[in-house]
């Protein structure tokens, strides 16, 4: 798997999975949970290693047992979560303590790689007081990195500002419907790792004609080169899949390079 190498010196791999709807009652978002993570099993067993999950998911729990069940060493995976932006876990230095301290009982381990901010702070004290704990728990070595998601690039200065251990990526939307592609440039420009979720997202059925038109060329599929497309350019990838064969074939990116030609008929759809 390739991987990148984060501010911090530390690596991440260049492909993960999603797992927002894993463990839940006819796979949706908002589903029940229902302790199904076979689509987790399978993603592991096709190879991934990158896992996010978040709070927000109700499935860290599962995730965690899930990684601990499958008999891999815990130094071979790369587990992502992330803290809402609501009081109940951010509202005092406290809060933001417990939370993390959950997220690592859920998650069964002793270390997280990543731990995200789920979306923006707009108090600025809050964000200071997250920030400052999540910086305490790097110090203690159970978080490996930190960084945020859903920022924009404004919000992204303010923590550059107060940060004693900096922000090493930003996950944000990224697919033909939200591209991101100016704040992806800046990211890039500053030394924060962009992940894109829901990469495989909200593409047209128009897009998806242009994109396996594109994909012939090198023997792929339309999701293929569209995650190719990120990772070429320096941008962690998340797709998420209920269907085996959908895992699998997400994962084979690495045999192949798209032309100059073909990233700017994508990057332009
Ligand atoms: N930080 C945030 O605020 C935020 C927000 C949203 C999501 N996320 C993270 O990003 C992850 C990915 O985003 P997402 O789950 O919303 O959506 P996504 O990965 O963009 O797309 C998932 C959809 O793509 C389909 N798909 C996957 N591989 C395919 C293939 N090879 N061919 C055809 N269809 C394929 C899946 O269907 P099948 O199951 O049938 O394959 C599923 O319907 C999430 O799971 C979550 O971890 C983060």
Known sequence: ?????????????????????????????????????????????????????????????????????????????????KI??????????????????????????????????????????????????????????QIKSIGVSNFTMEMLETVHNFARIQPVVNQIQSNPHTWNHELIDYLLKTDVVPIAWGPLSKVTPEQINKLNHIAENYGKNWVQVLLRYQIQ??????????????QITNLKLFDFALTKEDQFLIESL
């Not at 993603?43 to 709070?55: S, V």
Request: proline share 3%; glycine share 10%; hydrophobic share 35%.
């Open 1 to 81: 798997m390739q991987t990148i190498t984060l501010a911090n010196g530390l690596v991440i791999p260049a492909v993960g999975t999603g797992t927002n709807t894993y463990g839940k009652e006819g796979n949706q978002y908002n589903g029940e949970l229902n302790g199904d993570f076979s689509a987790l099993k399978s993603a592991i067993k096709a190879g991934y290693r990158l896992i996010d999950t978040a709070i927000s998911y109700r499935n860290e729990a599962g995730v965690g047992t899930t990684i601990l069940e499958s008999g891999i060493p815990r130094e071979k995976f790369y587990i992502i979560t």
């Open 84 to 141: 809402p932006a609501e009081d109940a876990f951010i509202g005092s230095k406290e809060s933001v303590e417990k939370t993390v301290l959950k997220s690592l009982e859920n998650l069964k381990t002793d270390y997280i790689d990543l731990y995200l901010i789920h979306q923006p702070i707009e108090d600025e004290e809050k964000l200071k007081h997250t920030w400052e704990v999540l910086e305490s728990f790097v110090d203690k070595g």
């Open 233 to 246: 350019r320096g941008v962690v990838v998340i797709p998420k899949s209920h269907n085996e064969e959908h």
